[in-house]
Nanobody
Framework: QVQLVESGGGLVQPGGSLRLSCAAS????????MDWYRQAPGKQRELVAA???????TYADAVKGRFTISRDNAENTVYLQMNSLKPGDTAVYYC?????????WGQGTQVTVST
């Protein structure tokens, strides 16, 4: 069983930056995938950034060039660096891990982009 704990959310002005962290209780090295999702009020949860099993990062079109996913296998932590934040980025951000056949989710961290 793997537990995921997100941190780093908060209130930021448009154009600002935040760095989210996802600390896993177990090894992330063997995970088939690790990624970040977000869910805005009244909307479906959507994939924001992901590591495939091959280690290549991929991004949703809405965040390309602004967000960067990274990982520290030694610390069992995945990060999401978010720059040039926009009000449309406001959402609860969730860390997700997958190792067949199991999915693991964190509790989420709120990101609010507003003046």
């Amino acid at each position: 069983q793997v537990q995921l704990v997100e941190s780093g959310g908060g209130l930021v002005q448009p154009g600002g930056s935040l760095r989210l962290s996802c600390a896993a209780s177990g090894s992330i090295f063997s995970m088939h995938a690790m990624d970040w999702y977000r869910q805005a009020p009244g909307k479906q949860r959507e994939l924001v950034a992901a590591f495939t099993s091959g280690g290549t990062p991929t991004y949703a079109d809405a965040v390309k060039g602004r967000f960067t996913i990274s990982r520290d296998n030694a610390e069992n932590t995945v990060y999401l660096q978010m720059n040039s934040l926009k009000p449309g980025d406001t959402a609860v951000y969730y860390c997700h891990a997958f190792k067949a056949p199991l999915d693991y989710w964190g509790q989420g961290t709120q990101v609010t982009v507003s003046t």
